[in-house]
């Protein structure tokens, strides 16, 4: 009988062809985070479909600057939530989209939490560009990313860069490395 997967096995698996790895042009919401602890950072696209009279999560794309459970959590986090409403991907929290990985070590729940965090930042800045109303730019135009963002090229690791007094509402904090 074969020794049942270890959770770092399980992780290793999930990222040699991680899901959903890219920027998405035609997304309707983005949503950007950083853990404060690690440094590290994530951004979910999302775009919708209307069905049977509600908005349904039609696909959701990621990158990360993270470590390996971050991705992991966010390829399985991008497949669980497409079909699901904007109320029910709500709902979920960051351990249960990656609930594939087994039960988390202490020292990784956080990085399930920031794809929870991620999500909700993309839902809840796209419900408020909804209810702010119509702007010059459309509906959803404070939900989209701009075109520089959301290409491959003009990505996360670029604003990364870039991101000291730019407009984006983007911080990013370099931590010095920690010393063992
Ligand atoms: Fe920071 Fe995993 S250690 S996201």
Do not use: Y
């Not at 853990?35 to 999560?57: P, S, T």
Request: some cysteine.
């Amino acid at each position: 009988m074969n020794a049942p997967e270890s959770f770092e096995d399980k992780v290793r698996q999930a990222i040699a062809n991680p899901s959903n790895l890219g920027a998405m042009d035609d997304a309707d919401a983005v949503g950007t985070v950083g853990g404060a602890g690690c440094g590290d950072m994530l951004r979910m696209w999302l775009k919708f479909r209307e069905e049977n009279g509600r908005k349904v999560i039609d696909k959701a794309s990621f990158q990360s600057f993270g470590c390996e459970t971050a991705i992991a959590a966010a390829s399985l986090a991008t497949e669980l939530i497409k079909g699901k409403s904007t109320q029910e991907a709500l709902t979920m929290s960051g351990a249960e989209m990656a609930a594939d990985l087994g039960p988390l070590p202490p020292t990784k729940i956080h990085c399930t939490t920031m794809v929870e965090d991620a999500l909700r930042s993309a839902i809840e800045s796209h419900e408020k560009a909804l209810e702010n109303g119509p702007t010059e730019c459309g509906p959803t135009a404070q939900s989209e990313p701009p075109k520089s963002q959301a290409s491959p090229a003009g990505s996360l690791l670029d604003q990364m860069h870039a991101s000291s007094g730019d407009q984006s509402g983007l911080k990013v904090v370099f931590l010095p490395p920690e010393e063992d």
